[in-house]
């Protein structure tokens, strides 16, 4: 018997039933009491649909109000003295409290799990703080699903993985040093789940397809001898994904469990992965293969997932295999059968959370009995043929184009200090210009007249209309203020991504493909399933506008490949850098576009560029290398004259600036402020060669910043760098916020940039 097993299903609801249910619970609209029923509904119909499809085992536990690390450091009672716990059972005010802070306490960090766009709350460890079990959830909800009728493995995250992804604050104190106290809480988790009748549990340890130190091997080892010494009569099966254990692989194939899963669609060989555990595997060991790809949309090359299975089959036998995801299946949307906004077509490519669910089954029945699924098979590799050969995928013109791509392509005419002379004498910019980063506060109105239009009660003619009185009203306000590089204010888009999905070929976009991002956060990225064109500029027509209310220069603000293929689903069918590359061509036409407009100045916007980094330090030069190359190629068709600025945000630099100073943008504008410029020393030392604008106003707080904040914080800059090499701008777009926050905020900036001008002139 092959066993149909799943790693977690989509937590959010088919309808983002989640997202309403906290928020209205959040809102105080409705009471716990509902909020505890919408989870239990939310849980019941995964459960239900799992079993229908005929999965074997079902996660539980899988579930979360808001995400399953801060699940686990509830479990464990790490709950940071700020928020007042008495430290009985960690109740659900506590709980959201960690997730979205409280009224003069801040939030817990939130962070990227791995290389998603799922966000997850950060474990802090302190001084003083004893881990106990403080949450019966694990046990709660595997009860609940037992009283339904369903037997399933519960779920937890591992004690290594939650160890290694917290912080701890202070000195003295290492997350692996809390190994100790935490196992004897995951003990009594365990034994619980046994005695209510438990027989499998799925431990998650992602930790393992990073790099690890000794240490931390040292620790798995230890933790699972253990844990599976303490409770005998459970069989653990030890979740890896998101790549290939690789170095790590022996050291998960020592553990004492009873299966070990491996995602077999992320690890860039994953034959020689699966000859590689076949070859060391321990003689009871279950061995989890992930076919089906739980980080995007595809349907699976259902032929090519068998033939491992039945490699692995034959070596190990029938009984000791399981076909699952590569992960948990949350990174997926929830429902193909409800969307409305793909055609039928592209829909026969795909495949969300529930088609894979199907999938999984139709794969472990395949292994017992072939021709009892012969015509399912049969019209599934029709499918995947048609996408194979569809000429909506490939697109010859874009082919022949990648082809004639060279590295004279990729290089400005000329040096930085030469174009740098040539852009200064046609914008004739003040010593620290000052600028935004492109967004102006998306308000009510904006969303409001642009989900008239969308729905039709609106026509083409009034919207555009509105946009452009949005667009004078935001450059008025910027003369006013005294900004010396303008921006349109992008009231024209929703999202930075979706924007431009929307309007290139080979990229679609869904109406209802939810993705959750963090807590009641959703995003629909968009799919990326062709050759990638440019039908048409995508952003002149607002720019030109722009330009043509001002004599000072308007920054044009386009979002470049890397963040684009980041942010979206991708093809299968071809390296990450392809499409990349393709991205970037259409985007170089938009840049050149936006030049032949007489647009002076345009902002590549590459927000995810260092999120794109592999997992794996070993493969970060190629990484890099090509996501320069694909930035390179947007920015360098443009004169000397045209300046070129680039934004990024979220993250530190440090270890890719040198990445950075090759992709020669004339001006980068970095998050500085709240880490006080402290990122800027990075900058500082390597000498980074062009200019850089360092955020002086933080846009994630609404505190508006004095002009004495801002004038210390261009201090610190001038310490390390050279004036003439300095601009002054927010961290960020200021979508988010409201006019009277952004108002007095930026008054504050300019006239903090007029002092400190005057000051270094004068020096
Ligand atoms: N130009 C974008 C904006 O201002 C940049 C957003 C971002 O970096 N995330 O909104
Ligand atoms: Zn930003």
Not at 102 to 118: H, S
Not at 380 to 395: M, N
Not at 553 to 579: A, E, N
Request: charged share 25%; proline share 5%.
């Amino acid at each position: 018997m092959v066993i149909a097993s799943n790693l977690g299903y989509p937590r959010i609801g088919p309808g983002r039933e989640l997202k309403k249910a906290l928020e209205s619970f959040w809102g105080g609209r409705s009471d716990a009491a509902a909020l505890d029923a919408a989870g239990a509904t939310l849980r019941r119909a995964s459960w239900e649909l799992q079993r229908a499809a005929g999965i074997d085992q079902i996660p539980s536990n899988d579930f979360s109000l808001y995400d399953h690390v801060l699940d686990t450091a509830a479990m464990l009672g790490a709950v940071p003295s700020r928020f007042g716990w008495n430290g009985a059972m960690v109740d659900r005010d506590t709980y959201f409290a960690m997730a979205r802070g409280g009224p003069n306490t801040p939030a817990m960090e939130m962070t990227k799990w791995f290389d998603t766009n799922y966000h997850y709350i950060v474990p802090e460890f302190e001084p003083g703080m004893i881990f106990r079990l403080a949450s019966s959830k694990a046990i709660d909800e595997y009860r609940e699903a037992k009283a339904l009728g369903i037997e399933t493995r519960p779920k937890l995250l591992g004690p290594v993985s939650f160890l290694l992804l917290g912080k701890s604050r202070h000195a003295g104190i290492e997350p692996l040093d809390l190994l100790d106290q935490a196992l004897p809480v995951y003990e009594q988790v365990l034994r619980q789940l046994a005695e209510a009748g438990a027989t499998w549990v799925q431990v998650d340890e992602p930790m393992l397809v990073l790099d690890l130190s000794a240490r931390a091997r040292a620790a798995y080892a230890q933790a699972y001898a253990r844990l599976s010494a303490a409770c005998p009569s459970l069989k653990f099966l030890l979740a890896t994904y998101f790549g290939d254990p690789g170095d790590n692989l022996e050291t998960a194939l020592e553990l004492p469990v009873a299966g070990l899963h491996l995602d077999l669609t992320r690890a860039s060989h994953a034959g020689q992965l699966v000859q590689r555990t076949l070859a060391a595997v321990p003689d009871a060991l279950t061995l989890s293969l992930g076919l089906v790809d739980g980080r995007n949309v595809w349907r699976t090359d259902l032929d090519a997932a068998l033939g491992t299975a039945r490699a692995v089959l034959e070596s190990v036998g029938s009984q000791r295999v399981m076909i699952g995801p590569s992960c948990s299946l949350l990174h997926t949307p929830v429902d193909l059968g409800i969307e409305t906004e793909l055609d039928e077509e592209l829909c026969s490519w795909l495949a969300f959370a529930r088609q894979k669910v199907d999938e999984i089954a139709l794969l472990a029945r395949a292994l017992v009995d072939e021709a009892a699924v012969a015509a399912e098979l049969e019209a599934r590799r029709a499918a995947l043929a048609s996408r194979r050969a569809s000429s909506r995928v490939h697109d010859p013109a874009v082919a022949a184009r990648m082809g004639s791509v060279d590295e004279a392509m990729q290089r400005r005419v000329t040096a930085f200090a030469q174009r740098q002379a040539a852009q200064q004498a046609r914008l004739r910019l003040p010593l620290l210009p000052t600028t935004t980063i492109g967004s102006f506060p998306q308000t009510g109105a904006v969303r409001k007249t642009r989900a008239a239009f969308k729905a039709g009660r609106l026509s083409a003619a009034e919207y555009d209309g509105f946009l452009e009185s949005e667009i004078e009203r935001v450059v008025r306000f910027q003369e006013e203020v005294g900004l010396d590089v303008l921006v349109h204010g992008e009231p024209e888009r929703t999202d930075m991504v979706e924007y431009f999905g929307e309007r290139l070929s080979g990229v679609a976009v869904t109406k209802h493909g939810w993705v959750q991002s963090y807590g009641s956060r959703c995003a629909r990225p968009p799919i990326i399933y062709g050759d990638v064109s440019r039908p048409e500029p995508m952003t002149v027509r607002w720019a030109r506008y722009a330009q043509s209310l001002t004599d000072r220069p308007v920054k044009g603000m386009l979002t470049g490949p890397i963040t684009i293929l980041q942010w979206s689903f991708v093809r299968d069918d071809q390296p990450r850098r392809d499409t990349a590359g393709q991205i970037a061509l259409a985007i170089r036409d938009e840049v050149r576009d936006l030049e032949a407009a007489g647009i002076r100045v345009i902002q590549i916007d590459e927000p995810a560029l260092r999120e794109g980094l592999p997992l794996r330090r070993a493969q970060w030069a190629a990484y890099l290398e090509w996501a320069v190359a694909s930035f390179r190629l947007v920015a360098a068709g443009v004169r000397d004259e045209t300046q070129i600025h680039t934004h990024m945000c979220y993250a530190e630099f440090n270890d890719i600036l040198e990445a950075i100073a090759r992709m020669d943008a004339d001006v980068i504008s970095i998050e500085a402020s709240r880490s006080q410029m402290e990122l800027l020393e990075g900058f500082a030392r390597f000498r980074y060669p062009n200019q850089i604008g360092p955020g002086v106003y933080d846009i994630h707080s609404p505190r508006v910043p004095s002009q004495e904040s801002v004038e210390t914080l261009i201090d610190y800059a001038l310490d390390v760098l050279a004036a003439d090499q300095l601009w002054i701008n927010p961290d960020c777009g200021l979508k988010t916020r409201n006019w009277d926050e952004v108002r007095p905020s930026l008054m504050h900036m300019v006239a903090a940039a007029e002092r400190q001008r005057s000051r270094v002139t004068a020096s």
